[in-house]
Every structure is written in C-alpha cells, then in structure tokens.
C-alpha cells in the first residue's frame, strides 16, 4: 500500500510540474504579444532612456507631513494591482521602499488608463502626482500621469512559485534582492560596515593602499591557492591568498599605518563559514605590537557596531552577545586546560603529546610536534566554546610562521585570534622583523610543502630582503569582513553576504 501511495504522490507531483510550466509558457507568450503590440503602437518602453525622478518612497513616506499635497516624480517596479473599474491602485518598489500609488482614468485620461490596465506586475512605472493620504489612511500618490518605462517578460517568483529554493535565491540573486526585503537589507547593511571600517581606519591615520592581486608567490597565510597563466611573460601566477607580504614591505618603505580592504582567493573547500573568494581587511601599524592590534580590534568592530546598528549588544542565531570592551583574553594554553582538561604547560616532549591526543580520541600525524597538537586540541575542545568576544593569545611557532616569538617563551608567538559565537573573526601578530628567523621558518614551510602540504608557505626571497633593510616592530591584523557582516546582519551563511556566491554551474 505505501509503494501504491508513493507512486501516487510522484505522479500528483509530476502532473503539478507539468501545469505549472504549461501556465508559466502561456504567462510568457501572453507578456510578449503585449510587447509587440506596444512596439506596433510605438511605444516601445526598451526605447526609454531617462525619467527624471524627484523623490524616493521612502523619503515620501517618512516626510508625508511636508510633502502632503506636494506634486512628486516617482519610478519602481509594479509588485501588485488592483483594478476597481474606473479607479485602480498599484504599489511601486523601488530602492528604499514601496508606495501606493492610486490611478483614476479622470485624471490620467481612458487611453493611458485602459494601457495602464495591460501593465504587468514586475513591469518598471515612472508616475507623476500628488502625495495625499486615502480614507484608510495609507500614504499614496495620486497619479496625473504615467509612463511605462520597461516591460517585464518573466512573471515574479512570488507570484509562482516563490523564492523558497536557497540554491536558486544565490544563483539569482536579482530574483532574492525583488522579492525578499530582509535580503535588501542585509547587503544595504554590508555597504554601511565596510563604509564604517574605512571611516574608523582613516580617522585613526591609516593609508588605504592597493597590492597586486596577481602573484609570482602566494604568500601571507596556509591556504591553496588558484593558479593561472600570463602568457606574454610565460609563467604561472597565482590569485592572492592574502595581502600581507606586499604590506609588510610598505611598512619597511616608511608608510609606517598603511590597511587594505578587498577580495581574496583560496582553492578550498566550501561551507557556511567559506567560499573560494572572500573579502579581508588588513591592517599593519609601525612600533606597536599585538596587544595594541587587540585594542585596535575591539574598538573598531565595537564602533561599527554602534555606528551601523545604533548598538553593542547584538543577537546571532538566537544568541546574545555582547561586543562592548574589554573582551576576554586568554592564552592558547589556558583555553586547552580549561577545555579540555590538558595542561600543555606540564607537558614536556612530543611524544608525551601524542600520547595525550590519542587518549583523547585526536587523529594526529606520526611526527606531529608539542605546538601542532596545542593547535589541534583548541581546534577540536575549545573553540566551539568561545560565543562571547574572546581573544586567544600565544599560538605555537610551529603554526605561525610569519609570526615574532615570545622573548620568555620562544616555543609560543605573540599571536591572537579573535573569537565570536565559536568562529575565528580576526588574526593579529607581533610581526617577525628578524630576517634571519623568517628565512628559517620560510626553509621550514618548503620542507612541508615537499613533503606535500599544498597550504604551506613558499620561500618569498624578495620578502626576506626587504626584512634585511630593516623592519620597525609592526602589529599587523586581519579581519574577515564576509564573517563580521554574518555576524552583525544574524546571517547563518557565508553566501547570505556575498551577493553572488561561488555556485556550482548546473547540469
């Protein structure tokens, strides 16, 4: 009986598909036919090149008091008519909002009425009228005179078959940006935070540079990157995995407070918290050092907060938190002993490590050292733990190889990650201005990479000379800008931020 009724619902649901398509091929025959008909007619809305537009929904709306009985230009895309005879009603959407607009054949005249009456919801309505309020109150324009400023061919997915599918809401994203309102909103927020971060880095000093996207080396941080080829030159490039190294030398130049804000590229796997292209925001400053990057980090993601959402106490996904400094520091080794119950600092050898990480059920690589598995325990116990703004502090060297040893400690770094509700936010140093060191850490990473690590870093010759000139003592920061937005926006997903989304092409 349940195969019966299976067989039953595909069939129902078949039959469903089939009609919907035979209605939406019919809705797309019947659009176009009024094309023609308006281009017999000469009137051809593709043929509109400008209207002058005085005012936005949402200024009317918000200002009616002043703008009552005040003739206004408007233009937006018709999402719903109501046709009452020898009146109709419309709302407009445009940028900021929608508004009612009210049509009334006396005023517009039969011909423009009866064209109007022919008008398609999606279609794009220049009006020309005056602001009034109706007898139930809602804000309106009363229309004098209308022009159809481009035809809609596709009819809009709420009307249909809605917006429910997330794969088709990131592959469209013109179709999401229509129908969804809180989707607007999300990105009109994006603009305004990364507006905030340039603002609050300028005020403080710093020089907005640009670095090539387009390396010989990429070099900056352990990831994969995309490779292409120049042809000219004949050799290989790679998208830019970071921009730090191209940074670090304008501070040995003497720009001394320099940041860079945009796109980055790693050939990696994909997940809410990661696409293969991403923004960042780098900050280097001379003569200070990773406490003062931490106090750079909780004032400008506090400040753009407040100054985007009015405040410091935000929800994400149901869970409050609360960006108002000072944030919580703790050390790398303090979180692991607090976490999971292992305290690195009465462990003496590598091997004593393993042995740990295998009591603790943690797959480690035969050979792995002390720092390694360090890292691999806050990975695993720790970092899921950290929802309130929480600075860890003093990584291992084996994990940080751009990064300036610890004078007391020189098995650990002045490192820090920050961390909000469990997902790394930002990575800060004390930069490595020893030439000597960083060669040897370079040599350490081309070992790796021989011994088939595609994320470790290659030797940057030219980086290491430019250390040799001398570099000041440097703090340097990074700020994943798509994992602030998600944060600050309660969006779940990477792709929720980023307009168009790295998608798998289909079929």
């Known amino acids: 009986m349940t195969n019966i009724n299976n067989i039953d619902e595909k069939k129902q649901q078949t039959n469903a598909e089939s009609q919907d398509l035979q209605d939406l091929n019919e809705i797309l025959r019947i659009r176009r036919m009024k094309l023609e008909e308006l281009q017999k007619n000469n009137k051809d809305p593709y043929k509109v090149v400008k209207y002058d537009v005085s005012h936005s929904t949402k200024f009317i709306i918000d200002n009616f008091e002043d703008m009552e009985g005040k003739d206004v230009s408007i233009a937006g895309r018709i999402m719903s008519k109501r046709d009452m005879g020898k009146a109709s009603f419309c709302d407009i959407q445009d940028r900021d909002g929608r508004i009612q607009i009210y049509i009334r054949v006396n005023e517009i005249g039969e011909e423009a009425y009866e064209g109007f009456k022919k008008f398609d919801i999606g279609d794009f309505l220049g009006v020309k009228g005056e602001v009034f309020r109706t007898r139930k109150g809602e804000?309106?324009?009363?229309?004098?005179?209308?022009?159809?400023?481009?035809?809609?061919?596709?009819?809009?997915?709420?009307?249909?078959?809605?917006?429910?599918?997330?794969?088709?809401?990131?592959?469209?994203?013109?179709l999401d940006l229509i129908v969804n309102p809180d989707v607007r909103e999300t990105f009109i927020t994006r603009s305004k935070i990364i507006r905030a971060i340039r603002s609050f880095l300028d005020e403080r000093?710093?020089?907005?540079?640009?670095?090539?996207?387009?390396?010989?080396?990429?070099?900056g941080a352990n990831a994969r990157p995309f490779i292409t080829h120049h042809n000219t030159l004949d050799i290989d490039l790679y998208l830019r995995i970071a921009p730090e190294l191209y940074l670090k030398r304008l501070i040995v130049g003497g720009?001394?407070?320099?940041?860079?804000?945009?796109?980055?590229?790693?050939?990696?796997?994909?997940?809410?918290?990661?696409?293969?292209?991403?923004?960042?925001?780098?900050?280097?400053?001379?003569?200070?050092?990773?406490?003062?990057?931490?106090?750079?980090?909780?004032?400008?993601i506090s400040k753009v907060a407040?100054?985007?959402?009015?405040?410091?106490?935000?929800?994400?996904?149901?869970?409050?938190?609360?960006?108002?400094?000072?944030?919580?520091?703790?050390?790398?080794?303090?979180?692991?002993?607090?976490?999971?119950?292992?305290?690195?600092?009465?462990?003496?050898?590598?091997?004593?490590?393993?042995?740990?990480?295998?009591?603790?059920?943690?797959?480690?690589e035969e050979g792995a050292t002390k720092g390694e598995i360090l890292f691999l325990m806050f990975e695993e116990f720790a970092e899921k733990h950290l929802v309130q703004p929480t600075f860890i502090m003093d990584y291992p060297v084996e994990v940080s190889p751009l990064t300036k040893r610890k004078p007391e400690r020189p098995e650990l770094t002045e490192r820090f990650e920050l961390f909000i509700t469990g997902r790394e936010m930002a990575n800060a140093y004390s930069e490595l201005n020893d030439p000597i060191d960083q060669k040897?850490?370079?040599?350490?990473?081309?070992?790796?990479?021989?011994?088939?690590?595609?994320?470790?870093?290659?030797?940057?010759?030219?980086?290491v000379t430019a250390l040799e000139y001398g570099m000041p003592p440097t703090g340097g920061l990074g700020i994943g800008v798509d994992r602030l937005v998600m944060l600050l926006t309660d969006s779940y997903s990477i792709r929720d931020v980023l307009l168009f989304p790295t998608m798998k092409p289909k079929d």
């Open 306 to 364: 407040e100054e985007v959402l009015g405040t410091t106490v935000i929800t994400y996904q149901g869970e409050k938190v609360d960006l108002t400094p000072p944030w919580i520091r703790m050390t790398m080794i303090e979180a692991v002993k607090e976490y999971a119950g292992v305290d690195f600092d009465k462990i003496e050898t590598d091997e004593e490590a393993r042995q740990i990480a295998k009591e603790k059920s943690l797959e480690v």
């Open 255 to 300: 720009l001394e407070k320099v940041y860079e804000l945009g796109r980055m590229f790693r050939n990696e796997g994909m997940s809410v918290k990661h696409n293969p292209e991403f923004t960042l925001m780098e900050v280097y400053e001379a003569y200070t050092d990773y406490v003062g990057m931490m106090e750079l980090t909780e004032s400008l």
């Open 440 to 463: 040897e850490r370079f040599l350490d990473q081309v070992r790796k990479r021989e011994a088939g690590d595609e994320e470790a870093n290659m030797m940057d010759e030219d980086f």
């Open 139 to 174: 804000i309106s324009v009363k229309a004098s005179e209308i022009q159809l400023l481009s035809k809609s061919l596709r009819p809009l997915p709420e009307k249909w078959h809605g917006l429910k599918d997330v794969d088709l809401r990131y592959r469209q994203r013109y």
């Open 205 to 219: 000093g710093f020089l907005e540079v640009e670095t090539p996207l387009l390396n010989v080396i990429p070099g």
